[in-house]
């Protein structure tokens, strides 16, 4: 058999961490729940509800609260596979091995996969509504000119809700990343540290990188959701479930497949902020 049980365990390790390194999700949410990925159907989040603070005074004595806590699900509910087949002639004449380098899109694009789906989370109903700037069907058309003050707007909404500075991050699509690069050459800053992802900017105490993923809706799929939020206000896990080869049983050659579970969720929503956007025509 050319393609051994060790080789499938390796393929898998390396598909694994192309998916974990190429994706923004993986860089940017909460992975605390990650090592508990394999395996599982359904994450349980257990959390406590916040103290009541109140006023003391001396010799009144302290009233005593029941504290209470709260559960939210973390689904990996998102399968998405890839299947191919190697023909052992063509593999025999080739040079290199062209198995592993398929392997190694696969779990890039599986990376997009799951940078999509964290990016749905703009419709999660717990986000305040006080955190939404514009809306589908009526978005800010963002130019040159609004672009750095929207985007102070939306750190300052996280800041409001108590997210420290440099602790958040902003996801854009690329021609809103354009157009902040022309509108604040003199004062972005591009970090030092770049991710496998790309580069990270920092602009009004938000750590900000672009990606394709982001939801584009409305008439004409031109209204993006883009999200600002901190490190650990969206939960995402991810698990290779199983990568395999199997003889071809009707021609000389493997069959190689593999299968991905992922979910994401919010935890914190009110550290959470949706901008609807559409890209505007400069004058």
């Known amino acids: 058999m050319a393609i051994t049980k060790s080789q499938t365990t390796r393929w898998s390790a390396n598909v694994k961490v192309e998916a974990q390194e190429q994706s923004i999700a993986a860089s940017v949410a909460n992975l605390a729940w990650q090592a508990e990925a394999v395996g599982a159907k359904t994450i349980k989040i257990i959390g406590v509800g916040t ?12 009233t005593y609260e029941a504290l209470t806590d ?4 973390l689904n990996l509910s998102v399968f998405k596979e890839f299947s191919f087949s190697v023909n052992e002639l063509e593999q025999a004449q080739s040079t290199p ?4 380098a398929a392997l190694t899109k696969a779990g890039r694009a599986l990376a997009l996969e799951a940078d999509k789906d964290l990016f749905l989370n703009y419709t999660n109903a717990s986000i305040p509504a006080g955190n939404k700037i514009g809306s589908v069907g009526s978005s800010v058309s963002i130019v040159e000119a609004n672009v750095l003050r929207t985007v102070a707007t939306m750190a300052q909404k996280l800041r409001e809700n108590h997210v420290p500075r440099d602790e958040a991050w902003l996801v854009v ?8 690069q022309q509108a604040a050459q003199s004062v972005l800053q591009e970090n030092t540290e770049v991710f496998e992802f790309g580069v990270v900017y920092k ?10 993923e982001l939801a584009a809706v409305g008439t004409d799929s031109d209204e993006y959701q883009i999200m600002a939020f901190s490190q650990r206000a969206i939960a995402h896990a991810a698990t290779i479930q199983k990568i395999e080869s199997l003889m071809n049983p ?34």
Request: charged letters at 20%.
């Open 173 to 180: 699509p690329p021609w809103f990343m354009t157009k902040l």
């Open 97 to 100: 091995d062209y198995v592993p």
């Open 250 to 283: 009707e021609d000389f050659g493997e069959l190689v497949r593999g299968l991905y579970a992922f979910g994401s969720e919010v935890v914190y929503p009110a550290e959470v902020v949706v901008l609807s956007a559409e890209e505007g025509t400069e004058s």
């Open 51 to 62: 103290p009541t603070i109140a006023t003391y005074v001396p010799g009144d004595g302290l």
């Open 70 to 73: 709260n559960e939210v699900d």
């Open 203 to 212: 602009y009004a105490g938000l750590n900000i990188v672009e990606s394709t």
